[in-house]
């Protein structure tokens, strides 16, 4: 792996946890605000809300993944092309295919930890929230 690759390949990175993490705060504001009257209605401690949200991460990664990825690659390649780094690469006499493949590597990377997170992180997680939701935060608690 070339420096350019490594290269290419954080700064995608970068962006990438930067779009994932700020639509998976986005997405937990909006929830806990759609969500706060019950929670506070039957008394929920600060843990039990902490846990609930913590264990709708998983489900909630697997829905913004796609979103975020695609905001990711707009942002990692509009900041280079910005900075006039790609004309530099592309006058260097590296094809457009070779340039882009650190950024599909990472989404594939991005995409993994999706699939996994779906199939393995998710349904237990979301099996958790329910039971927290059921049972913990009901009425005459």
């Known amino acids: 792996m070339s420096v350019l690759d490594r290269y290419l390949f954080r700064e995608f990175l970068r962006a990438a946890a930067a779009c994932l993490l700020g639509f998976l705060l986005l997405f937990l504001l909006i929830d806990f605000v759609d969500h706060a009257e ?52 592309f006058s260097g006499g590296v ?8 950024i599909l590597a990472g989404c594939a990377l991005v995409s993994g930890l999706s699939l996994l997170s779906s199939e393995i992180l998710a349904p237990a997680a979301n099996r958790h929230a329910r039971e927290i939701e059921r049972l913990r935060m009901r009425p005459g608690k």
């Open 95 to 102: 094809s457009l295919f070779r340039a882009c493949l650190p």
């Open 38 to 89: 019950k929670l506070l209605r039957h008394d929920a401690s600060l843990r039990e809300i902490g846990w609930y949200y913590l264990t709708r991460v998983p489900g909630m990664f697997v829905l913004i993944s796609p979103v975020g990825t695609m905001l990711a690659v707009l942002v990692a390649v509009s900041l280079r092309a910005r900075s006039n780094e790609l004309t530099a690469i």
